[in-house]
């Protein structure tokens, strides 16, 4: 299972960015998907995450500000992010939890990683 995440750049304060993550390769069914964020010097902590049925949740300082959402027919998970800080800057990672034909059991799979910078 591959995931290629996209839609990282440079934002001004204030600004949006869309992020999208599209898994593929042997997937049998997705259960999880959401996506985590590492800023220089500090430890990955948890944006935003959906849930098969679509249940959300969402990390405090999120709320209100990002959104997630997938599409199951192209194995997407995007994130929209809106009132975006200088705080906000981080290269942000995908993950899905799925069966694949290689692998049965349910395993968590990461992106690359896209960097997301909110500078003047």
């Known amino acids: 299972v591959q995931l290629q995440a996209s839609g990282g750049g440079l934002v001004q304060p204030g600004g949006s960015l869309r992020l999208s993550c599209a898994a593929s390769?042997?997937?049998?069914?997705?259960?999880?998907m959401g996506w985590y964020r590492q800023a220089p010097g500090k430890q990955r902590e948890l944006v935003a995450a959906?849930?098969?049925?679509?249940?959300?949740n969402y990390a405090d300082s999120m709320k209100g500000r990002f959104t997630i959402s997938r599409d199951n027919a192209k194995n997407t998970v995007y994130l929209q992010m809106n009132s975006l800080k200088p705080e906000d800057k981080a290269v942000y990672y995908c993950y899905v939890v799925a069966r694949s034909r290689t692998r049965w059991s349910l395993t968590d799979y990461w992106g690359q990683g896209t960097q997301v910078t909110v500078s003047s």
């Open positions: 390769g042997g997937i049998l069914s997705i259960n999880r």
């Open positions: 959906i849930a098969s049925g679509n249940g959300t």
